[in-house]
């Protein structure tokens, strides 16, 4: 059976009907039938080709939720009708070094990346290996979980593995879809959180997720004020920002971990890195054992994407939303 979805055919063209003969379903292989799937940053810079990586047809979606609808003969933990989420990997090498240690997401010998040459989830269905669908708790509204397969596991992974602690204070920078999940997180850990945006419009919203102080650097001093303060800020946004002014802002032995993808190179001064012991780390989407950590913590806690919901056929108003940045916070896509 054909599956139906929906692509672009050239770089930043409007999304229209496609369908498709899946491939073979390999041993390793389960199918999922798409019924959510979230509309995402990179989707965009992929539609764009923004990397080069880019084939056509595209079919984006990478924050998929759906149910096993078939399993290959090698899989023995999913069955028929369960609950899974695919976030940005579908697949990876498994038996390499970081594999082998559960950080399949930096697996350095074969990634597969849900839509980087093969079709991704705004569709009636998609094939990933197995490893790569992650049941969703029972508890968790499938209908929210979308986002937390990327902009989720993108927030979350460093703050686990850059050891966040209780008692920390922690920034977010950017109160958006990566950073209104990244702000309940770090509440969450029991850190205390300050919100950085460029001006005071999202403060209550930043405090009713969990922010105990909010920053606006436009045209104020407060970032400055902040010198020597936090152990550790997150970067959500996709701008290019004085990272300096942020690396000031990081007390002795500080993180600034960047997680959106700045436009142009880092420009850093040395000596408050080297002098203070700072840091400066990337960080990305998870890998399999984080994401499902995640996604207990997310259900045990209360952590929820603030989400629009869109009619699968209404992808482009969905996209030109998310696009023109007025979507609060993530979009969603139901089929
Ligand atoms: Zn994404
Ligand atoms: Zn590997």
């Known amino acids: ?5 929906y692509a672009v055919m ?8 496609f369908e498709y003969d899946p491939k073979p379903l390999n041993p390793q292989e389960v199918e999922v039938r798409v019924q959510y799937c979230g509309v995402c940053h990179s989707d ?4 764009n080709n923004d990397w080069g990586i880019s084939t056509y047809p595209l079919i984006p979606g990478h ?17 028929v009708g369960q609950r899974v989420g695919v976030g940005w990997q579908s697949g990876s090498c498994q038996v390499c070094h970081y594999c082998r240690r559960g950080k399949e997401h930096l697996c350095v010998v074969h990634q597969e990346e ?10 009636d269905s998609l094939r990933v290996q197995s490893h790569f669908a992650i049941p969703l708790p029972e508890n968790l509204d499938p209908s929210l979980a979308g986002p937390l397969m990327c902009a989720g596991s993108t927030v979350w992974t460093p ?30 850990f029991g850190t205390d959180v300050t919100a ?21 650097t436009r045209g104020t001093d407060e970032l400055a004020k902040a010198a020597n303060r936090f152990d550790f800020i997150i970067s959500t946004v996709s701008a290019d920002v004085d990272w300096n002014q942020y690396i000031a802002a990081l007390a002795p032995e500080g993180r600034l971990c960047i997680v959106g993808v700045p436009e142009s190179e880092l420009k850093l001064a040395p000596f408050p890195i080297f002098h203070e012991q700072r840091s400066v780390s990337g ?39 998310v696009r023109s940045g007025k979507v609060r916070y993530r979009a969603v896509l139901a089929s």
Request: proline share 4%.
């Open 1 to 5: 059976m054909k599956v139906q979805a």
């Open 10 to 17: 050239s770089p930043k063209s409007e999304l229209v009907p």
């Open 44 to 47: 965009l810079g992929m539609i």
């Open 63 to 79: 924050e998929v939720v759906g149910e096993i609808a078939a399993v290959g003969e090698q899989v023995n933990d999913l069955k």
């Open 114 to 123: 849900t839509i980087v040459g093969r079709h991704g989830g705004w569709a």
């Open 159 to 188: 703050m686990i593995h850059y050891d966040v602690r209780p008692g920390m204070k922690t920034a977010v920078l950017g109160v958006g879809g990566l950073g209104h999940l990244a702000v309940q997180f770090l509440a969450k």
């Open 196 to 216: 950085i945006s460029s001006s005071h419009n999202k403060e209550e919203e930043a405090r009713q997720l969990g922010a105990t102080d909010f920053i606006a």
């Open 283 to 321: 960080g990305r989407a998870g890998a399999p054992g984080d994401t499902a950590a995640m996604l207990e913590f997310c259900t045990k806690h209360g952590v929820a994407p603030m989400c629009e919901q869109f009619d699968m056929k209404d992808v482009n108003q969905a996209v030109d939303r």
